[in-house]
C-alpha cells in the first residue's frame, strides 16, 4: 500500500437499490477522495450470495453515475475473490488463531449475552480444531483495540469481553464480511475508508485481522447515519425507499446538508452541485466529528 498516495472506496451491498443513506457515505466518501485529490475505487460486496438481488449491482451503478460519482478503475466484485480470502484465511490458520465452531443460533441466544454487536462468544469451542463444515472463528486478543477515528475521536474496544471470537467463515462456506473486506483493502492499496457509524463496531475486529496478517491500517472516519422515522438505521431491511436516478440534484443536496452544509444553495446542474461540495467538504469535515447519528 502506498504510504502517501490517498485511496479511497466506496463499497456497497447489492442487496436492493442505492438508498439516501448510501447515498451519504458515497458522497462522503467521494468528496473527502477529491480533497486529497486521491483515488476512488468501488467494490461490489456481494460476497453473501444469498442476500445479493438480480440486478441490484447494475442498478447501483447506474444511480451513481446518474448522480455524476465517477470512480477509478475496474470495479471489484467480491463474488470473484474466493482464493483471495482462502490465502487470508490460511494464513489465520496456520497461526493456530482459528477453530470450528459448532454452537447455533438458537445456542447463542439462548447463553450468551449481547455485546456491542450480537451476542458476545466467549469461546466454548476454542478447543475445537477447524473443519470443512462448520463455522471458523477467530481467536481475539484480550486486550483493548484503540484508534483515532477523523469523525468520532478517540474509538477503543475490548473485544473479548464486548464481542467476542467472531466468524470468519460460515458453515455454508460463504466468507464473512470481517474477513473479506480486510483483505481486499489491503490488495487495493486502500490508505482512508469513510463509511457510516453503523459499521463503527467493525473497526476494531478489522484492526485486529490486519495486525494479524501483517496488514497496514487505513485511516479511518465514520460518518453519522441517517435514521427513519423509527429511530432506526436507514436501511435496504427497513425498506428505504431508493434514490431516483432521474432526479439527482434534489437527493445530492439533501446529502450534502445532512453532512452539516447549512448554506446549501439551489443549484441547476450536477457540475454546479460539485463544484459547491468541493468547497464544502473540507469545512464539512471538521465539524462532524463527535456529531451523533441523526
Do not use: N
Amino acid at each position: 500500500m502506498s504510504s502517501s498516495r490517498y485511496r479511497g472506496r466506496f463499497a456497497p451491498s447489492p442487496t436492493g437499490p442505492l438508498h439516501f443513506g448510501s447515498l451519504v457515505a458515497a458522497l462522503g466518501s467521494y468528496l473527502d477522495a477529491r480533497a486529497h485529490d486521491g483515488s476512488w475505487l468501488l467494490r461490489m460486496e456481494d460476497v453473501d450470495a444469498p442476500r445479493v438481488m438480480p440486478g441490484a449491482a447494475d442498478a447501483i451503478l447506474r444511480a451513481l453515475e446518474a448522480h455524476g460519482f465517477e470512480w477509478d478503475g475496474e470495479i471489484t466484485y467480491q463474488s470473484r475473490r474466493g482464493a483471495v480470502y482462502r490465502a487470508a484465511l490460511q494464513a489465520l490458520q496456520d497461526q493456530g488463531l482459528v477453530y470450528a465452531c459448532a454452537c447455533s443460533r438458537k445456542q447463542l441466544a439462548e447463553t450468551a449475552k449481547r455485546g456491542i454487536d450480537g451476542y458476545i462468544y466467549r469461546g466454548a469451542c476454542r478447543e475445537r480444531p477447524p473443519a470443512a463444515d462448520a463455522a471458523l472463528r477467530l481467536r481475539v486478543p484480550a486486550e483493548r483495540i484503540a484508534f483515532d477515528d477523523r469523525v468520532q475521536g478517540r474509538v477503543a474496544c475490548d473485544l473479548a469481553r464486548e464481542s467476542g471470537d467472531f466468524v470468519l467463515k460460515r458453515a455454508d462456506g460463504i466468507y464473512a464480511y470481517q474477513l473479506a473486506v480486510v483483505a481486499d483493502d489491503a490488495e487495493q492499496g486502500i490508505t482512508d475508508i469513510v463509511r457510516g457509524a453503523d459499521l463503527l463496531t467493525s473497526t476494531p475486529r478489522q484492526i485486529v485481522l490486519q495486525r494479524y496478517l501483517g496488514l497496514p491500517t487505513p485511516r479511518y472516519a465514520h460518518l453519522p447515519v441517517v435514521l427513519d422515522a423509527a429511530g432506526d438505521k436507514l436501511s435496504k431491511q427497513t425498506l428505504a425507499e431508493p434514490i431516483d436516478p432521474q432526479r439527482p440534484l434534489p437527493a445530492l443536496l439533501r446529502a450534502l446538508r445532512f453532512l452539516g452544509a447549512s448554506d446549501v444553495r439551489e443549484v441547476g446542474g450536477l457540475a454546479e452541485f460539485w463544484a459547491q461540495a468541493d468547497a464544502a467538504w473540507p469545512v464539512l469535515i471538521r465539524p462532524l466529528r463527535g456529531r451523533r447519528p441523526a
